[in-house]
């Protein structure tokens, strides 16, 4: 199957085609497995470089940052510090 350059609402993984849900899943799976006190954007990029750059590419604000609010809200809210605060 080829992919063209207006596929970008995918991202092709090693083994899989990523979306937004595969990759929030792939990072829940990834916190339930290794258990961190805390994560970062570089913990992401370090274990699943796939979904780094899914959300490099893919998840921004309006104005062209990363959009990290619009990923941590859709994480398992046992991942998401509790002292974080609401927006």
Request: with cysteine.
């Amino acid at each position: 199957m080829a992919y063209s350059r207006f596929d970008e609402h995918i991202y092709k993984s090693p083994d899989k085609l990523m979306d937004f849900d595969g990759v929030i899943q792939t990072i829940n799976d990834l916190l339930s497995k290794e258990r961190p006190e805390t994560f970062s954007s570089s913990w992401i990029a370090k274990r699943a470089p796939h979904c780094y750059r899914y959300i490099w590419k893919n998840v921004r604000t309006d104005f062209g940052p990363i959009d990290w609010d619009r990923v941590t809200r859709r994480l398992e809210w046992k991942f998401v510090s509790s002292d974080c605060p609401e927006r």
